[in-house]
Every structure is written in C-alpha cells, then in structure tokens.
C-alpha cells in the first residue's frame, strides 16, 4: 500500500472521529450539563491551548527520524480519550478540563508531525485531485455515519455509541505501522527566527496567517459550529434528526468536492468563494433573527457550500506554499507551527466570545459578529489565493526568460 494511499485513510478515518466529537458531543455536553454551556467553552479553550503548547513542545522531535512516532502517540491518545468518555459518563463536565487537555495532547501529538508528512506525500500537482477526493470520500463517510451515530446514541445512549468511534481508531492504528516514512529534515533542530526571516515582507505569508487566524475563529475548531448546533437543536431536539441532517449537508460537501477535483477552473475559485460566503452570511443573520425550521435548514446547507468552497482552495494554497523553495526541505515544521499559531489566535478568541455568551441575555451581538468574520474569512482567502497567483505567474515568466536570457549572456 502506498503512502499516498496510507495518507489518504488516515486522513478520511480521522474525519470520522473529528465529526462524532463535533457534532454529538456537544449534545452530550449540553445534555448532561443541563443545557449550561460554560463547561463546553472550558473544555474547548484548553484543548486549543494544549493542541499549540504540544505542537511546539515537540517541534524538534518532530524533525528526527523517529518523528512517526509522534502520530501513534496522538492515536493512542485518542483511544484513552474516548475510554475517558466512556468511564466518566454523566461526569464528564465534571472533569471538562481533564478531558479538553487529553484531546489538547491527541490533537498535538498527532498534527505535530501530520502535516509535514503528508506535505512530502502529496505534490503539489496532485494536490488539487488529492483534496477534491478527500472532500468526497469524507462527504459520502460523513453521510453513513451520522446517522448510524444518531441511530446508536437514541437507541443504547452516547457512551455505548463510542464503541464504533474505538474500532476507527485501531485501524488508524494500523496504517500508522504500515507507513514508511520518507524524506527526514538534514537539520535537527526547528529555528522560528529563520522562517519569520525567510517569510518577512512576502504577501503571500501574511494573507495565509490572516486567513489561518479567521479559520480558527469561524471554522476549524471553532466554537462558532458548536453554537450553530445548539441553534439546530432548539428546533431538532434529538440525535436522529441532528444525524440526518448532518449527513444531508454531507452530501453537499461530497458534490463541492467533485466539482472542485474534476470541473472548477482555477479562475472560477474566487467567485465560487465571494458569492457563496455573501449568501452565508445572509442566511447567518436571518437564521439569528428568526430561528426556524426554514432558516436553519438554508444556514445549514449555505454554510456546506461556502465552509468547503473556501476551505478547499485555502487548503490547497496552504499545503502548496508549503512546498515553497524557501520552505520545503528544512523548515516545513517551522512553517506549521506558524499555521498553527494563527488558526490558536483564532480558536481562542472564539472560545472567549462563547464563554462571554453564557452572560448575556442576547446572542445576537455575538452571532452578527461571527457574520461579520465569516465574510472577513472568505475575502482573506481570497487575497490569500491572488498572492498565490500572482506569485506562480511571476515564477513562470522568470522561467520562459531564463533560457533567453543565459543565451545574451554567452554571447
């Protein structure tokens, strides 16, 4: 079995545990913490905190030849994290810090050496085939196992349902034993001092640290999707229809997938991004003021198109800049600690605005801000992907002149 082929399973696998915890524990957590959100807003804030502390903690690990070990120690963790779940049960809010910190370390361990890994794995002319598929196979997984979630956790309850989420993780497991990990950094030791160096006055770098703090603020282990589910719950009380409507939206995310693999031209992304995130917001703002059956069903499936149209081309512009001349062979680590320090920024800051919603009599304020940093997501990502053009346009003119001009040159 190829690495690609090895990313591209752990990768998916993961998506299905990353969808259980986001999803159906907070119905958990609001649950048995009789719909206080407090305990919620903890657990997340230290789990974001303990993701970045562990990731930089290990980033010189993370450059030796035994770095593979730091993923099957995430893997390992996520397995004590769910028998964690299973023994607290209706405690779990109880112990919210511990809890958040587990998924803090698994979370680190695992992305400290992810990412890199799967930057060597994937070029950057796969890349775009690579995330389209990756988009789909999620998509069609993400329909499947809502709703046999949904299913499990109304008929024996959430503790029992974890037992499937146990058996994904032994087999992320095994893949991580049958990966030959390649392309070892020459030096051992990370220096952040010569990335910001390198990285300094390059357009390119500032929109994607821009982007990365406004994806962890609205998207990417933000609260703002635990918030939107509290919002579907007032109106779908039980797991099944959280389940059945989670796997709808998947279907969405399954076709932005295809369309962006195999049809959307590259000149199409920024209007693709632009319109869809405009109407998210709108549809944002009606479903605050007016929560009902027809608003959040429209939010809903808005927000699958436009959370995966920026998604997929930031990803890709992302993972691409990362194999930068400047960065590729010594610095990727470094370059992912900079993503992360971002996207923490980000995480942070919605973890606040979530706990400061606890006190207020009204979350309109709160949510109309969160619109307006969805729009300010999307036109970050745009910026971000013209510096990416602009850039690849320049590095092409420099290589049709070389040729002419080694031959003025010579003569």
């Not at 037992?163 to 049958?178: E, Y």
């Not at 632009?274 to 703002?285: D, H, M, P, R």
């Amino acid at each position: 079995m190829s690495n690609y082929k090895i990313l591209f399973c752990l990768r998916a696998l993961k998506s299905i545990v990353d969808s259980f915890v986001d999803t159906f524990l907070v119905l958990y957590f609001l649950d048995v913490s009789s719909e206080n959100i407090i305990p919620l807003g903890i657990y997340q804030l230290i789990l974001v905190l303990t993701v970045y502390l562990t990731i930089y903690c290990c980033r010189n690990l993370a450059k030796s030849k035994h770095r593979i070990m730091l993923l099957r120690v995430g893997i390992v963790l996520d397995l004590v994290y769910f028998l964690s779940i299973i023994l607290l049960k209706d405690r779990i809010v109880d112990y919210a810090y511990l809890v958040g910190a587990l998924r803090g370390l698994e979370e680190g361990f695992y992305y400290s050496v992810y990412n890199t890994i799967e930057s060597d794995g994937v070029s950057n002319k796969e890349r775009t085939r690579y995330i389209g598929n990756y988009s789909l196979v999620k998509s069609t997984l993400s329909v499947i196992f809502p709703i046999v979630f949904g299913g499990m956790i109304y008929a024996t309850g959430f503790v029992e349902s974890t037992t499937v989420v146990l058996v994904v993780v032994a087999l992320r497991m095994v893949l991580s034993f049958v990966f030959k990990d390649k392309n070892i950094p020459r030096v051992k030791k990370s220096n952040m001092g010569k990335v910001r160096q390198i990285t300094r006055g390059d357009k390119r770098f500032m929109y994607l640290c821009i982007s990365r703090f406004f994806d962890g603020l609205t998207s990417s282990a933000s609260m703002f999707p635990n918030i939107v589910t509290i919002y579907f719950i007032t109106v779908f009380s039980n797991s099944i229809s959280l389940g059945i409507f989670t796997a709808a939206a998947s279907v969405v995310n399954g076709a932005m997938g295809v369309l962006f693999a195999k049809f959307l031209k590259k000149k199409h992304y920024n209007g693709m991004m632009g319109i869809s995130s405009a109407l998210t917001v709108v549809a944002l703002v009606m479903m605050v003021l007016d929560c009902n059956v027809v608003t959040i069903i429209a939010f809903r499936f808005l927000r699958a198109i436009s959370k995966n149209a920026v998604h997929l081309v930031n990803e890709a512009n992302v993972c691409n800049l990362c194999n930068d001349p400047k960065i590729k062979r010594e610095h990727k680590m470094e370059y992912w600690i900079l993503v992360e320090r971002s996207l923490v920024y980000g995480r942070i800051a919605s973890c606040i605005l979530f706990i400061m919603m606890a006190f207020m009599d009204s979350w309109i304020p709160i949510m109309m801000l969160f619109a307006v940093c969805l729009g300010l997501f999307a036109s970050s990502a745009i910026q971000f992907n013209n510096a990416m053009d602009r850039h690849s346009r320049r590095r092409q003119v420099s290589r049709e002149l070389a040729p002419a001009y080694e031959t003025v040159t010579k003569k």
